[in-house]
C-alpha cells in the first residue's frame, strides 16, 4: 500500500518476461494499466462503508461514493462490484489470446443480502487443450479427480453451476464455443469464479470472454 500522507508519492511496477533469446516472430509485449488509490480508513472494516449504486465506475465516482464499494475481498484478483458487467481472461485481445499459464486465480462479484443468483452468458469460450473438439465439455473432462497436481489443467470453476437450457449441473467447465452459453450459480458464501491455466500453451487456448448478471 502506498502511504501518501507518509511522504510516499510514487510506486514502482516491475514487469517480468521470460527470456526471449533465439526466439523469432514473437509478439512485442505492451500493457495498458490504470492505477487507483482506494482509501480504507485505519481500524473500519470495508463492508461497514456506505455501499452506493452499480452503475458507478471508478473514473467518475462522485465524493459522497465510498471506496469501500470497489476494495475486493481478500483473496480477489479481480472484483466487479456492478450488478451487471463483462469479464475476460488475461490477455484476451479480442479472442486472439493467449491466456498466461500457471494462473489459479478468484473472480468476485459483491454479494447482498438480497442476493440470490449469479448469471454467465459466455459468448467466447476457448479453454484448455480439448478446444480443437469445438465443443463445450465439463467435470472430469476439464479436471481429472485422479489428478494430484492443482497446475494439470486449463478451466473455469464455477460453483454449482446450472445450464439454463438443459438444467444440467456441472462445475468445472473447458472447451470451446462460438455461441452464447447460459449458467448460473447459487453457491452459498462467497460469490465467485475461478480461472486455472497449467504451464503449457497452445496456440489455441484463446480465453474466455462472458457477460454477468447479479440478481
Given at each position: 500500500?502506498?502511504?501518501?500522507?507518509?511522504?510516499?508519492?510514487?510506486?514502482?511496477?516491475?514487469?517480468?518476461?521470460?527470456?526471449?533469446?533465439?526466439?523469432?516472430?514473437?509478439?512485442?509485449?505492451?500493457?495498458?494499466?490504470?492505477?487507483?488509490?482506494?482509501?480504507?480508513?485505519?481500524?473500519?472494516?470495508?463492508?461497514?462503508?456506505?455501499?452506493?449504486?452499480?452503475?458507478?465506475?471508478?473514473?467518475?465516482?462522485?465524493?459522497?461514493?465510498?471506496?469501500?464499494?470497489?476494495?475486493?475481498?481478500?483473496?480477489?484478483?479481480?472484483?466487479?462490484?456492478?450488478?451487471?458487467?463483462s469479464v475476460k481472461s488475461f490477455n484476451y485481445n479480442n479472442g486472439n489470446?493467449?491466456?498466461?499459464?500457471?494462473?489459479?486465480?478468484a473472480i468476485c462479484f459483491r454479494r447482498t443480502t438480497e442476493t440470490k443468483?449469479?448469471?454467465?452468458?459466455?459468448?467466447?469460450?476457448?479453454?484448455?487443450?480439448?478446444?480443437?473438439?469445438?465443443?463445450?465439455?465439463?467435470?472430469?473432462?476439464?479436471?481429472?479427480?485422479?489428478?494430484?497436481?492443482?497446475?494439470?489443467?486449463?478451466?473455469?470453476?464455477?460453483?454449482?453451476?446450472?445450464?439454463?437450457?438443459?438444467?444440467?449441473?456441472?462445475?468445472?467447465?473447458?472447451?470451446?464455443?462460438?455461441?452464447?452459453?447460459?449458467?448460473?450459480?447459487?453457491?452459498?458464501?462467497?460469490?465467485?469464479?475461478?480461472?486455472?491455466?497449467?504451464?503449457?500453451?497452445?496456440?489455441?487456448?484463446?480465453?474466455?470472454?462472458?457477460?454477468?448478471?447479479?440478481?
Amino acid at each position: 500500500p502506498l502511504n501518501a500522507t507518509g511522504g510516499e508519492s510514487a510506486v514502482d511496477l516491475v514487469f517480468s518476461l521470460a527470456d526471449r533469446a533465439g526466439a523469432s516472430g514473437l509478439p512485442t509485449a505492451s500493457w495498458d494499466v490504470t492505477i487507483t488509490q482506494l482509501e480504507c480508513p485505519a481500524g473500519a472494516s470495508v463492508r461497514s462503508l456506505d455501499l452506493v449504486e452499480e452503475e458507478s465506475t471508478i473514473e467518475s465516482r462522485a465524493s459522497t461514493i465510498k471506496d469501500g464499494f470497489f476494495v475486493a475481498p481478500p483473496g480477489c484478483l479481480q472484483y466487479f462490484p456492478q450488478t451487471k458487467g463483462s469479464v475476460k481472461s488475461f490477455n484476451y485481445n479480442n479472442g486472439n489470446g493467449i491466456y498466461p499459464s500457471r494462473m489459479n486465480y478468484a473472480i468476485c462479484f459483491r454479494r447482498t443480502t438480497e442476493t440470490k443468483a449469479l448469471t454467465i452468458r459466455a459468448y467466447d469460450f476457448n479453454v484448455g487443450d480439448v478446444v480443437s473438439a469445438s465443443t463445450l465439455t465439463t467435470d472430469e473432462n476439464c479436471y481429472s479427480s485422479d489428478s494430484t497436481n492443482d497446475l494439470d489443467a486449463d478451466f473455469l470453476m464455477v460453483p454449482q453451476a446450472t445450464f439454463e437450457e438443459s438444467h444440467k449441473h456441472a462445475t468445472y467447465f473447458c472447451g470451446s464455443i462460438k455461441k452464447d452459453v447460459v449458467i448460473s450459480s447459487n453457491n452459498p458464501g462467497p460469490l465467485m469464479v475461478l480461472f486455472n491455466s497449467d504451464d503449457i500453451y497452445r496456440q489455441n487456448e484463446a480465453g474466455f470472454a462472458f457477460t454477468y448478471v447479479v440478481s
